[in-house]
């Protein structure tokens, strides 16, 4: 296996291969989680839950990369420039969040037609005062998956002091991720208590960067030792693998003890709650996986078509994320119009949305990816279109250049 020293070369404009690959393993995990909740019974079947439990780690690996990632971006600064640091987290992310505000805005207003697209746009209430409403509260509260986004971009407004106080302490980092664990099994029932004087709901709770503290704060830590956190993941990989196989059952345990009568206390069933203390241990798990098989997928061992489809979807990746949902709306339409739910088996219709959303998902991001909307749709520079199809000589993926932009990019110094 490579070391992170291997992996990463020098220059200020770097790009750490095995990172980049995780991108597509973690939106086909985002795609599944959606998938599930538009193609599954979730309320009658215990592989429908169990899945969602198992795939709702995605969100976390989100946001402990990108906030691993940037921090490594300025492991060699003394001080950020805000006004360079703003510049960058508003074209890699601001924008596209603003942009896709606006075209999900109407999507979610669509209701159902009998003609071919089957959904009608009533144009009447979207250009009312309801509609201007509606239209504001999504913007502030994030539409569906976009919230992925708007946390990221809470972070970044408390990151460059997070980072300036971990730089300055470097012996409090220990305490700093155990303090993180302990918030992040605590906050959940606190602010469901009411335990502060409120309590926060359940989606109040998933927009607040408060609600990540282990991830978020964990990546960051993460990035100061970051050729000896990748060296330990490597030499621990098959304990890793085991840990989190029996992490993941846990959960999915509890829930058939607690839906069969069990009494659990209620702060560790996961249900469809993402942060129960159950599910912790194995999305920290399963973020390890993830980053170990980026390692995998890059290898000089793996073939060049391999490291291509790698690259490709690793750049595809911002695209596939935020038009997913375009996607799977049209498919569970489309399938509640033609009786599909009845006729074929929900784990069927579930992986054919997720591997279509995939796909379409791509295509989608590499077509716009080579026109002028490339920077407000998908999050980068624009690229030629003769780059469509690599060639031969293209196979391997470069490690240098402007690619793969978004919330994983190094491109900061």
């Known amino acids: 296996m490579s070391t992170a020293t291997e992996v990463a070369p020098s220059g200020t404009r770097q790009r750490l291969d095995h990172v980049d ?38 969100r976390d690996a989100f946001l402990f990369v990108s906030a691993c990632m940037l921090a490594y971006s300025y492991r060699n600064s003394n001080t950020i420039v805000m006004s360079h640091y703003w510049k960058r987290r508003f074209m890699a992310v601001g924008l596209v969040y603003l942009v896709w505000t606006v075209i999900y805005f109407p999507m979610a207003a669509l209701t159902p037609s009998s003609t071919f697209p ?89 927009r607040l960067v408060f609600s990540y503290s282990l991830y978020l704060l964990g990546g960051v830590v993460a990035a100061f030792y970051l050729n000896t956190f990748h060296d330990w993941v490597v030499r621990h990989r098959r304990a890793i693998f085991y840990w989190t196989v029996v992490a993941g059952a846990v959960p999915i345990l509890l829930d058939y003890l607690h839906s069969h009568g069990v009494a659990i206390p209620k702060i560790i069933v996961p249900g469809a709650d993402p942060f129960a203390a159950s599910v912790i241990p194995y999305d920290v798990g399963a973020i390890l996986l993830v980053y170990l098989l980026g390692v995998y997928l890059v290898s000089p061992k793996r073939s060049a078509r391999t490291r291509a489809i790698t690259s490709s979807g690793s750049e595809a990746a911002y695209g596939i994320y935020v038009s997913q949902m375009l996607w799977i709306l049209l498919m569970h339409r489309w399938a509640v119009h033609f009786d599909l739910f009845q006729r074929v088996p929900w784990l069927i219709l579930t992986i054919l949305a997720v591997t279509i959303t995939y796909l379409v998902g791509w295509l989608f991001s590499a077509i716009v990816a080579r026109t002028p909307l490339a920077r407000p749709l998908v999050g980068r520079s624009q690229l030629p279109w003769n780059t469509l199809l690599p060639k031969r000589h293209q196979l391997v993926p470069a490690i240098h250049g402007d690619f793969g932009e978004g919330p994983l990019n190094l491109t900061d110094q």
């Not at 538009?38 to 439990?53: E, H, N, R, V």
């Not at 979207?126 to 994030?142: I, P, R, Y």
């Open 21 to 58: 690959a995780m991108r597509p393993i973690k939106q086909t995990a985002v795609i599944s989680t959606h998938a599930l909740l538009f193609f599954s019974p979730l309320s009658t079947s215990l592989l429908a839950s169990g899945l969602l439990t198992l795939t709702h780690f995605s």
């Open 118 to 206: 089957y959904f009608r746009l009533p144009l009447s209430s979207l250009f009312s005062a309801s509609g201007v409403h509606n239209f504001f509260l999504s913007l502030a509260t994030g539409y569906y998956h976009l919230y992925f986004l708007l946390v990221l971009l809470e972070f970044y407004v408390v990151f460059p002091y997070v980072f300036k106080l971990l730089r300055r302490f470097p012996k409090s980092h220990l305490y700093v991720v155990l303090g993180a664990t302990v918030w992040q099994i605590v906050f959940p029932y606190v602010v469901r208590q009411g335990w502060l004087g409120f309590v926060i709901s359940s989606k109040l709770e998933a």
